[in-house]
Every structure is written in structure tokens, then in C-alpha cells.
């Protein structure tokens, strides 16, 4: 359907041109409606221009656009007073009025009249004339599940397993810590410092010193003419090595021994 348009001219001082786009619609659908208006400065004083533009009883789905004296909105029926019952119908929209002052001093008032829009019914009228069967539904519809309700139940026992599992494991794993820890704290101290200094010899160097450090600090409660090479060993001014640790080690232990 295409536009329609009327142009309208008052006195060759105003010229008005009105479109409504499209010229049949339904309710609830869009029509750009858009006046263009031209004065003549001439005849016309600009300044005193003023224009009424409505669409009523259209309602407006947005502002208003205006450039100049050009203005455009999209508009729809939505409301009661312009729907159609089983037949179309014509709706005339709020004429467009010019008032202003001619140059001469005369007041100017004119109204311009929109092309006729069409609103259609949405329903023909044979439809509104028949009596549609009705199926009265008792049973629910089916459910829909995006996870069968069965695969969710086996997943989240396979899930709880595999939880408890790991639990279990967590838990073992802090008992064995906790019973080495025990069996450590438990050993004679100076049977612990000898496994350090022996450990130490495959770790770094401040390891080793700390390890030897303390089997002096244990030689110097039990055998304190032993203590004085493993503390110069400790803190030699050089680093010690892993085997002269394990070396000093030895000898302590054959030592003691005897």
C-alpha cells in the first residue's frame, strides 16, 4: 500500500503536505505520519510561526522528530477510541494547525487536514460469526526435563561416591602424616638429628647447616667432645658438602656406639 498524501495551499502564503504511511494498517501496527510545512517570508513573518502537530487519536510510540519545519512521528492504535469492530474503518487524524502574522499585521490561522487512514480489523468477520469448537483438556501436559529425572538421580550418587571417596582418602593421608609425625617426635633425639644430617646431604646447604646444627646442640648434652667438629662443620666458612655431612655422621654414630 502506498502513501497517501494531500497538499494543501493557504493563499500561496502557506504551503502544508501531509502523508500517512502506509494508508491501511491494524491495530497495534506502525504509521509514519509526517508533515512538511513551507512559508513564504515574504508574506509570512517567521518569528510569529507557531504549529499544532498531533496524531490523536493515534498514540505516539516515540518523540517527536522535527528539522526545521519539517516533522515526523511513528504512531499506532492501541486504544479503543480508533479500533475497528468487524468492519474497516476510517480515522481522520487531528488536523495540523499554522497560526502566526502576515507582514501586513493580519493575523494567520489555518488548519490542515490529514489524508484518511484505514484501520482494518484483525479477525474477518466470519470468524467473529461462527462458533469455534472448544476441547476441554484435563490431563496435564507431559513434563519436559532437559536431565531425565532417573540419569540426574545416577549421576549425583556416582558424584556422592566419588565425594566420599576422596574424603576418605584426604583423611588417610592426614593419619599416615600424623603417624609419622608421632613416630618422629617419638624416636631418641639423637637418633633424629643423624637422619637429618643425613637427609640434608641431598638438600640445599642451609638445610644441611640447620640439620648439623642441631645433632651439636644434642652432643652437647650427651657427648660434648663430640659435639665441637659437627658445630665447626655447621658453620664453616665454607658450605659443607653432602658427603663430608653423611662422613661426620658416621662417626658420630660408630662413637656413640663405642
Not at 518523540?63 to 526545521?68: A, D, I, K, L, R
Request: overall charge positive; aromatic content about 4%.
Amino acid at each position: 500500500m502506498g502513501a497517501l498524501t494531500a497538499l494543501v495551499t493557504l493563499v500561496a502564503a502557506v504551503h502544508v503536505h501531509l502523508s500517512v504511511t502506509p494508508a491501511r494498517v491494524g491495530i497495534g501496527e506502525r504509521v509514519t505520519a509526517e508533515a512538511v510545512v513551507t512559508i513564504d517570508s515574504k508574506r509570512v513573518d517567521p518569528a510569529t510561526v507557531r504549529i499544532s502537530f498531533g496524531v490523536a487519536p493515534l498514540a505516539a510510540l516515540g518523540p517527536v522528530e522535527q528539522h526545521g519545519l519539517r516533522f515526523r512521528v511513528v504512531a499506532a492504535c492501541i486504544d479503543e477510541s480508533c479500533t475497528a469492530d468487524a468492519k474497516a474503518r476510517t480515522v481522520r487524524l487531528t488536523p495540523l494547525r499554522v497560526t502566526g502574522r502576515m507582514r501586513d499585521g493580519r493575523p494567520l490561522s489555518a488548519k490542515f487536514s490529514w489524508p484518511k487512514l484505514v484501520l482494518v480489523p484483525r479477525v474477518p468477520a466470519t470468524a467473529l460469526r461462527a462458533n469455534p469448537p472448544f476441547r476441554l483438556e484435563t490431563a496435564p501436559p507431559s513434563p519436559r526435563y532437559a536431565v531425565a529425572p532417573n540419569r540426574l538421580a545416577a549421576l549425583l550418587d556416582g558424584a556422592a561416591a566419588v565425594l566420599a571417596l576422596s574424603v576418605a582418602a584426604a583423611l588417610a593421608l592426614l593419619w599416615r602424616r600424623a603417624s609419622r609425625r608421632r613416630a618422629e617426635l617419638a624416636r631418641d633425639p639423637l637418633d633424629r638429628a643423624l637422619a637429618l644430617v643425613r637427609e640434608s646431604a641431598h638438600r640445599p646447604t642451609d638445610d644441611r647447616r640447620r640439620a648439623l646444627n642441631l645433632l651439636a646442640d644434642v652432643l652437647q648434652r650427651r657427648r660434648p667432645a663430640l659435639a665441637d667438629p659437627v658445630e665447626a662443620l655447621a658453620w664453616s666458612r665454607r658450605p659443607p658438602s653432602g658427603e663430608a655431612a653423611e662422613e661426620l655422621a658416621e662417626d658420630v654414630e660408630q662413637a656413640v656406639r663405642r
